[in-house]
């Protein structure tokens, strides 16, 4: 399948996260994803779908340059810092 889709990123971590959509995405292989975080994109390279429930699909990321991993770690690290355990 190739195209684009939108999806909302959820339970986001270094290593995937959880898209919500009603569009179809793939679900075998791998594929490019950019995400939207705080206004500007990370580049996934290489993501794989590694279940689907309902409208959820679990997404790992296999493929991001170090560059897009720091920026995604400093992000989640701000999202779980604000959050009280």
């Given amino acids: 399948m190739r195209g684009t ?3 909302v ?3 986001l ?11 179809a995405m793939p ?4 594929f490019a994803l950019t995400l939207q975080v705080a ?5 996934i390279a290489a993501a794989r779908a590694r279940y689907v429930q309902g ?3 679990g997404v790992e ?4 340059t170090p560059s897009a991993q720091t920026r ?6 701000r999202i779980y810092a604000g959050r009280q355990v």
């Fill in 5 to 7: 889709f939108e999806a």
């Fill in 27 to 30: 679900t075998s292989g791998p």
């Fill in 39 to 43: 206004g500007a994109p990370i580049e």
């Fill in 72 to 77: 995604l770690a400093e992000y989640v690290g």
């Fill in 13 to 23: 971590s270094v290593r995937g996260c959880a898209l919500e959509t009603t569009e």
């Fill in 9 to 11: 990123a959820t339970d």
């Fill in 55 to 57: 409208t959820t699909v």
């Fill in 61 to 64: 990321f296999r493929q991001i």
